[in-house]
């Protein structure tokens, strides 16, 4: 699980963010809502209790405390869990006695919660203090991950027993904006992937110029730090690794010697090479977890309408069976039958049910002829009726379930229905052009370089696709497997 904070001054503008996003349009995304110390969980009152409440202190000018709480794509937790776990970070924060709002999204690709936080206390009227919140939230979060079998996130400012600490720098917003918008990975990763071991184990400058060569990528002076460039981009070497930092790799290899040529004929392309064979692999992937993800939605739908056949089989003999008790019980069945599902209407399934059990009389002309004396047949229509009822509840069960199903199962299709095929989808490259282009780049960059280009799962998954020889992909993997080593 990974937390954000943000801090601000209104509680009305962050609600309505909250429910209806920041155009106004989105409040199909709320999943559900729920509130800590409040009187009430109306939006349009919350906010003014909240600021209500921040008024007791004079000092506090940003009262607002915002923290979202996000799991990893493949992690699901049920409502009660993730309110559990917002209990748990709010009690670890000190702010267990404060008053929370809490909204789940729908409208990512994984599962999420904001906490709309009063910094005010509402009894004490004094002010909560912010100050290492990162690391308490951090210390929180991965003591939950251990304890809920979750995927131990590793942390900046706190790490449990057996965990290492995150020693990279963030991207930059732009690079995650690309990563998100492509869906590949942007030129911060790729040289993260790609140069992070040469950069820790390199021996001397020149060593790490060479190494640095052979992908495309050099070391260039910035100001006070340096950036790794392909000659047309740039990112900063602490984006790398914490350790990679100028001050960092001058105590581990002297004062920074610069290349002393300019930047070598062709290794610009070469690099190029080497994000192309990424970006191609990440694309495979992409399309084969697409793939399966469509056999899956298809064995899906194949169950449902077997589920479907059968509820619908279900209700029918029901129904039928319902009409044969009613044939019993009374002399115009089909009579009692409309009335019988209008006293569903009026007053619920089981009080009808009831009512056709006990008193069978107002659901029609009981069966049998007679003056002030009941015939055989008439008592035989009247022991029927807690027969007809059982009936009928049973149809009524089977009626309802069947609807519940039908309404899911039409949701779902409609939320999967896939759109038409746009002009750029008919431009996108095929599989097979992939597979060709993945070929093309491994023949000039060789399999070691791939090796260490990709990871492992990229790696396998690139010798399945291209059907290599064996003896050629295991002599590339034990290069890698020693650079590890």
């Not at 990424?278 to 449902?304: D, K, P």
């Not at 009726?385 to 059982?390: T, V």
């Not at 992939?434 to 280009?453: E, H, I, M, S, Y």
Request: proline content about 3%; hydrophobic content about 35%; some cysteine.
């Amino acid at each position: 699980m990974i937390a954000k904070v943000t801090r601000g001054r209104g509680f009305k503008g962050l609600m309505s963010y909250l429910m209806t996003g920041s155009d106004g349009r989105q409040a199909d995304r709320v999943e559900w809502t729920s509130g800590r110390h409040l009187f009430t969980l109306d939006t349009d009152l919350v906010p003014a209790v909240m600021h209500s409440t921040a008024g007791e202190s004079e000092q506090v000018e940003r009262p607002v405390y915002h923290l979202a709480i996000s799991l990893h794509p493949s992690e699901r937790l049920d409502r009660e869990a993730l309110e559990r776990v917002v209990d748990r970070t709010l009690a670890d924060l000190g702010l267990e006695g404060h008053q929370a709002f809490l909204v789940a999204h729908n409208d990512a690709g994984h599962q999420h919660v904001h906490v709309m936080i009063n910094r005010v206390h509402p009894d004490t009227g004094k002010a909560w203090r912010p100050s290492h919140d990162y690391a308490r939230i951090e210390k929180s979060l991965r003591h939950q991950e251990r304890e809920l079998g979750l995927i131990e996130v590793k942390g900046r400012h706190f790490a449990i027993d057996g965990q290492s600490r995150y020693q990279g720098a963030d991207l930059s917003s732009g690079d995650q904006r690309f990563s998100q918008r492509m869906g590949v990975s942007s030129f911060g990763e790729n040289v993260r992937a790609v140069a992070r071991r040469d950069m820790l184990e390199a021996g001397s400058w020149a060593q790490l110029h060479e190494r640095l060569g052979e992908v495309g990528l050099r070391i260039e002076k910035r100001g006070r730090g340096i950036v790794l460039t392909d000659g047309d981009l740039k990112v900063k070497a602490s984006v790398v690794d914490r350790k990679a930092s100028l001050a960092c790799l001058e105590r581990r290899l002297g004062p920074y010697e610069p290349i002393g040529k300019k930047f070598p004929a062709g290794k610009s392309e070469r690099w190029q090479e080497v994000r192309a064979l990424r970006t191609t692999v990440e694309e495979l992937a992409n399309r084969r977890e697409a793939s399966r993800s469509e056999g899956a939605e298809r064995w899906n739908e194949q169950v449902a309408e077997r589920q479907a056949a059968r509820l619908g089989s279900r209700r029918e003999a029901a129904s039928r069976a319902f009409d044969d008790q009613l044939g019993r019980v009374f002399s115009d069945p089909a009579k009692a039958r409309r009335t019988f599902d209008a006293e569903v209407g009026k007053r619920g399934p089981e009080k009808a049910a009831t009512s056709l059990a006990r008193e069978p009389e107002r659901f029609g002309r009981l069966r049998g002829r007679g003056g002030p004396f009941s015939s055989a047949e008439r008592w035989a229509a009247i022991d029927a009726a807690p027969h007809a009822a059982a009936a009928a509840r049973e149809f009524l069960e089977a009626r309802a379930t069947s609807k519940i199903f039908r309404g899911k199962n039409e949701r779902r299709t409609a939320s999967d229905r896939k759109a038409p095929r746009t002009r750029s989808d008919r431009r996108r490259s095929t599989e097979q052009h992939l597979k060709r282009t993945a070929t093309r780049l491994v023949k000039r960059l060789g399999w070691t370089l791939a090796a260490k280009a990709l990871t492992a799962p990229q790696y396998q998954l690139l010798k399945m696709t291209l059907r290599v020889g064996r003896v050629a992909m295991d002599a590339a993997l034990e290069v890698q497997r020693g650079a590890e080593r």
